[in-house]
């Protein structure tokens, strides 16, 4: 064997991997565990482009030094199966998105294979599989099962509500439950049919059936969620949203807000990332006051938090949807009401709030009383208001808030003064704002105190009291599509009842056409016999027809990879205690405020019920930043064939073309390929460089098939092997910044792997190594990269150790290093980046167990410490001159010779010292 061969190696060491079985993770109580999970990808067509395993391979790299340093680690992989790309492909082409997900599946696993890394693939899930989706059914069943205390401040089971409705009805029931909950005595319960008590339960279970304002999307004939809709389009394929009203399946996330809030606090995740869980959670305090309707029983509550300003509101202003509008609206306002309401209902929310330009409202023609002041102020209809925020209706203060100034200065509203110093360009915020002036009895305070005062004087009166709201709303849980887990839930007079849980799981039933019906139900409505028939009765019940949302079959699975073959349980009790909660978790910042504020919510539901030990999921959390594209152009001359090299393009009137990367190699164009590349270009010319070269120019772009710079791992692989592609995707840059794939400095990590290769053999390209005891310069040079490589892994700074190791292997082989003891060192430290090279080396020394699960070297600080030290030598406390000794040179000797130095001699100029002070292995002072 002489040269360095990845395709011999690396095959090799997978197959050992394989049949060893060497990254199974069985409990070990005998050893500390870690838990290391990556984000599980959803296997698109397209298969992984070198950006998808930045994050892997920065896991594996930690997953594999754990194992050196003597953890018992769990790291898995699986598939969240389950989507929308997969159905949407089934309906243009008929093909079972299950065949479809299958192939990806398989595709994303032969390619994740060829990169090594140390995953326990008999722990693999897959969410679309049944024997997956039988426990998010169950989850589903708890869910269901369960209300939110707030006086114990957590879940408990429905079983036990109904015990209390029994004994002394809901008065002293504290709970998360709809606004509209009526108060009810035992005997009212009690007398009540099993109907009635069912539909009341509805309205405190955690997840429930209720009519709510969703983002429809026409086109994907589905509701999708708030983060799945930008700017008014679907995320995904880019569709116009509306908004609908439907009866839908939602989950009591409002009930957790508080709680999913604080505990961000002790989580080990990015700031930024943690904020912006908090501003998607948005607490706000503030208070809610009533505005009596004039001529009407009826009162208008708004949520404000500048209660403060109470004595500059001009009107006040409703969102189009409330339901109070029909009710206000007079007579002669009717046709103008119904005119804009009609065209407000077909904007989205986000559209109304984003859309600063067009201010739109209108005037309902009633009038409602200032609270405070007993002012009569008008009531208008305003599209910045939301519906689905605090009560649905606003105060409007334009002294105070800049949307209530445009909208009055647009409709010619009063505008009131009453804070001095008010800065409304910006939302209020009332420790930054100045004092407030004519404004009744709350002048000349500032605004904190005359906020208290305010909500003291409203509580006393009974008008109003203090306030928090929170931004959140429950989410939604349903979507009206195929290829998703059905929810396990039947129908009986138009009320849900739960399957029994023996009955799990509700299998996926096929249909024959991927479409929601002619009346517009759902795909499962084409499915036949999708009914139950619950124990003991005759009849079979219509099934749930919506399928369970993106995110159900991802808010748990951490639990399921710790024990993923069980039947019996979705996960073992011993097994879940042992693995805990993960240690490091990698994936992309896009899922901050969908999965991340999920998995939390059902984890902490799940907590309650006693079903898992943590409390949160994911102790710490890093977001790797994405991997751009490094796009290649040509430059064609306008109107011709003919393609102009870079250098010389401004001589000619070209315009710039997108070419595939893959045939660019180090910004040089492949000529022949490039006649190839497109039947168009087979007589493409060309006006070169001097050298004869084609130089292509380049742009950092989104790495995307219509830009022809997606760059396959597996052509990397085929090149210049695994080993080369995981270091250089570290070498690229910090793991969490986000930094272009730039193929021109990978031969510099290849070369460095062909180094490392030659220091264990000699120029015949034998396999040759020194048993002699190794120097200190050769004991130095290692010891330093232990302990740079270890601090910088427990840093998740990989980039770092990268360089030092290439560092390292220079200096050893500049040492003509040869060593068994420094090198067998050596490889370990880099086996966790290089896995199968080192394997390779590590069996070439003569072992006979893999290197995974050799303990890692230990660091020795003695060999880093210097023989000499360099004293600075200072007269009368200034420095002038350095001279060096060896560290254990006695203080007598170090005086003397410096004393005997010619430089020194020289700033003395002829005179006797006073004093000399040796500091040992810091300085030299001499008193003149
Ligand atoms: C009077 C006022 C005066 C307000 C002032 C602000 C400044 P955050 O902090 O986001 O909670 N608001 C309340 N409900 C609303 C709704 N459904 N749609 C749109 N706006 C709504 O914001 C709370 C403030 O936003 C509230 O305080 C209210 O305006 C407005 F100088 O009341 B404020």
Known sequence: MADYNHKHIEPKWQAFWNENQTFKATVDKSKPKFYSLDMFPYPSGAGLHVGHPLGYIASDIVSRFKRNKGFNVLHP???????????????????????????????????????????????????????????????????????????????????????????????????????????????????????????????????????????????????????EVKDGFSERGGHPVVKKKMKQ??????????????????????????????????????????????????????????????????????????????????????EAVAAYVETAKNRSERDRMSDVKTISGVFTGSYATNPFNGTQIPIWIADYVLAGYGTGAVMAVPCGDQRDYDFAKHFDLPIVPVIEDADISEKSDPTKEGVMMNSGFLNGMSCKDAIAKAIEFAEEKGVGKGKINFRIRDAIFARQRYWGEPVPVYFKNDLPYLVDEADLPIILPEIDKYLPTEDGDPPLARAENFNYTPKGETEAYPLEMSTMPGWAGSSWYWYRYMDAKNDTAFVDKDIQEYWGNVDLY??????????????????????????????EPFKKLINQGMIQGRSNFVYRIKGENKFVSKGLKDDYDTIDMHVDVNIVYNDELNMEAFRKWRPDLANAEFITEENGKYVCGWEVEKMSKSKYNVVNPDDIIERYGADTLRLYEM?????????????????????????????????????????????????KVLHKTIKKAEEDIERYSFNTSVSSFMICVNELTALNCNNRQVLADLVVLISPYAPHITEELWSLLGNKESIVNTPYPVLNEEFLQEDEHEYPIAFNGKMRVKMSFAVDKPNAEIQAEVLASKDVQKWLEGKTPKKVIVVPKKIVNIVI
Not at 598 to 606: C, E, P
Not at 738 to 755: A, C, E, H, R, Y
Not at 770 to 775: F, V
């Open 249 to 334: 399946w939602s989950m009591r996330i409002t009930a957790y807000a508080q709680r999913l809030l604080e505990s961000l606090d002790n989580l080990d995740w990015s700031e930024p990332l943690k904020e912006m869980q908090r501003n998607w959670i948005g607490k706000s305090i503030g208070a809610e006051l009533a505005f009596p309707v004039i001529g009407h029983d009826l009162k208008i509550n708004v949520f404000t938090t500048r209660i403060d300003t109470i004595f500059g509101v001009t009107f006040l202003s409703l969102a189009p949807e409330s339901e109070m509008v029909a009710e206000l609206t007079t007579e002669d306002q009717k």
């Open 731 to 779: 070498f690229l840059g910090p793991l969490e910044q986000f930094k272009p794939w730039n193929t021109n400095g990978i031969d510099g990590v290849s070369k460095f792997l062909k180094k490392l290769w030659r220091l264990f053999h000699n120029q015949e390209g034998e396999f040759a190594v020194s048993d002699e005891a190794p120097n200190k310069a050769e004991l």
């Open 586 to 615: 990698i994936g992309g910042s896009e899922h901050a405020t969908g999965h991340l504020l999920y998995s939390r919510f059902w984890n902490k539901i799940m907590y309650d019920l006693g079903i898992v030990n943590q409390q």
């Open 77 to 227: 992989m699986g598939f969240d199966a389950f989507g929308l790309p997969a159905e949407q492909y089934a309906i243009q082409t008929g093909q079972h998105p299950a065949i479809t997900t299958k192939e990806n599946i398989d595709r994303y696993k032969e390619q994740l294979k060829n990169i090594g890394f140390s995953f326990d693939w008999d722990k693999e899930i897959q969410t679309c599989d049944p024997a997956y989706y039988k426990w998010t059914q169950w989850i589903f069943l708890r869910i269901f099962n369960s209300w939110y205390n707030k006086a114990t401040e957590k879940a408990e089971t429905i079983d036990q509500l109904v015990a209390t409705f029994a004994q002394s009805g809901n008065a002293n029931v504290s709970a998360a439950c709809d606004e509209d909950t009526p108060s009810f005595s035992a005997d009212e319960w009690n007398a009540w049919s099993e109907e009635e008590q069912q539909r009341m339960l509805l309205k405190y279970r955690l997840t429930y059936l209720s009519e709510t304002s969703v983002n429809w999307c026409p086109e994907l004939k589905t509701v999708l969620s708030n983060d």
